[in-house]
């Protein structure tokens, strides 16, 4: 008798867990391959304000550049990974690194992977990482970033039309979120949207000319920022 209410026990809390399981797998969606990169230069140093830049392939892109504009104003290191927004890789690995490592300033984007994932899920992913930021960031001052346009004829996705209605779709959460929350928007869309010619062949990462303006722009944005708050201090 008790072998078998203890086996009914087992199948109670199984199913439970095994439902979970099948909805985690159904849930996230990866793509063929994850990537993931970390860069902190300087790490050892701390006479001068530290800069870490989330975001993706694009983000790495023009990482160089608001890199040597900050140079002798702000130590600047970078995120970038392909984990679409509600994957908890993404935010196990950002809550790792702000945990152990102090950022004054943190500039994060994440809208052109995980394609798969209606905007309900990415809002709910966004918040989250909102949230994490917030909690683990040792009073990093926040900075989100729109997405940048996909160009027509772009093959990695769906239609032109969907491309660029989910991009517009994720910009609007941003944009709703990060005023919920008291955080600035650098609206990186409006940089290239209208210049063709700043993109490379793939019609979604930038040539040498696209990369300056976008890392001319987030560089505005972080000196703006970090001149403000020395001026309070």
Known sequence: MKILLL????????????TWTQL?????????????NVWIPSANKS???????????????????????LKGKAYVAR????SGIIDPVLHN????LITHHKFDLIHFNNGLHGIEYDSAQYEKGLKKLVRLLEKHGQ????IGATSTRVLPGYSGWKSDELNLKMVEIRNEIMFRICHENGIEVDDLFEVTVDHPEMYSGDK???NETGYQALGRQVTSLI???LTNNNNTN
């Open 204 to 206: 979604i990462h930038y």
């Open 7 to 18: 086996s009914m026990l087992l199948m109670i809390v199984a199913i439970p867990l095994e």
């Open 79 to 82: 995120y970038t990974s392909s």
């Open 93 to 96: 690995e950002i809550k790792n």
């Open 223 to 225: 000196l703006k920022k």
């Open 47 to 69: 006479d001068l304000p530290r800069v870490l830049l989330i975001g993706n392939s694009i983000t790495q892109g023009y990482y160089p550049v608001v890199e040597t504009n």
């Open 139 to 142: 009073g990093a001052e926040l």
């Open 24 to 36: 985690n797998e159904n849930v996230l969606r990866y793509e063929d391959t994850e990537w993931s």
